[in-house]
């Protein structure tokens, strides 16, 4: 008997955890969409501030951030400088959309899929950065190599797009297209570990990409 009440209140400490950790519209959706959910945690203040870093500032062009979620990476974006007029975010879940717009009422949030992503930038707008937390390594490949071929496209020889994957590995949509500068960083303060890549389509300066990885 005392063994049962032992594991109840193991069970329901976390469950209290769980609680205080993940929002409960995250568990939903994540139990609802499965494939277009990464993780069952949003990411972590620490991981959107390293996705933010990899974006300036001070170029005039749009930042696009896909898979806006919880809108964690969103603030860390408009922490590190970002200015509204410049940030458009595209979500997929409407449940997503109705919390971003709530929260940042300055912003374009945009309620729609990442497959048609050139059909919501403004024609001849530039675009400085793709910021995305697309769980690429989930959905099917011809989905991702639309959602790549997009990133191609808008980001020309001059942004620069920023993937993250819980794959510490190579991912297998590195193969789906030819970058030509890429860098990694493992960021470990994550649920899971996450690894940032960075890569743009900029013909490379010696005719070799750029490649670390840093703790």
Not at 43 to 64: C, E, N
Not at 127 to 143: E, G, N, T, W, Y
Not at 155 to 162: E, P
Request: one cysteine or more; a positive charge; aromatic letters at 8%.
């Amino acid at each position: 008997m005392m063994h049962r009440v032992l594991r109840l209140r193991r069970a329901q400490r976390l469950a209290e955890y769980v609680k205080n950790i993940v929002p409960g519209v995250f568990i939903q959706e994540f139990i609802n969409r499965p494939g277009t959910i990464g993780a069952i945690c949003p990411s972590s203040r620490f991981l959107a501030k390293h996705m933010a870093r990899q974006v300036s500032p001070a170029d005039d062009g749009l930042v696009i951030e896909l898979g806006g979620g919880t809108g964690v990476i969103t603030q860390a974006l408009l922490d590190r400088g970002v200015a509204p007029d410049r940030l458009m975010v595209v979500e997929y879940s409407n449940q997503f959309v109705q919390k971003l717009r709530a929260r940042f009422s300055n912003l374009n949030i945009v309620h729609g899929n990442a497959t048609e992503l050139c059909r919501f930038v403004p024609q001849g707008r530039k675009v400085s950065a793709i910021v995305s937390s697309l769980p690429l390594c989930s959905l099917p490949a011809p989905m991702t190599r639309l959602i790549l071929q997009q990133w191609q496209e808008l980001l020309c020889d001059t942004g620069v797009a920023v993937q993250f994957t819980y794959h510490l590995r190579t991912p297998k949509w590195r193969s789906y297209l030819d970058p030509h500068h890429t860098r990694s960083q493992i960021v470990w303060a994550n649920i899971p570990p996450a690894n940032i890549t960075t890569f743009s389509f900029r013909k490379p300066a010696h005719g070799a990409a750029d490649s670390t990885i840093s703790p």
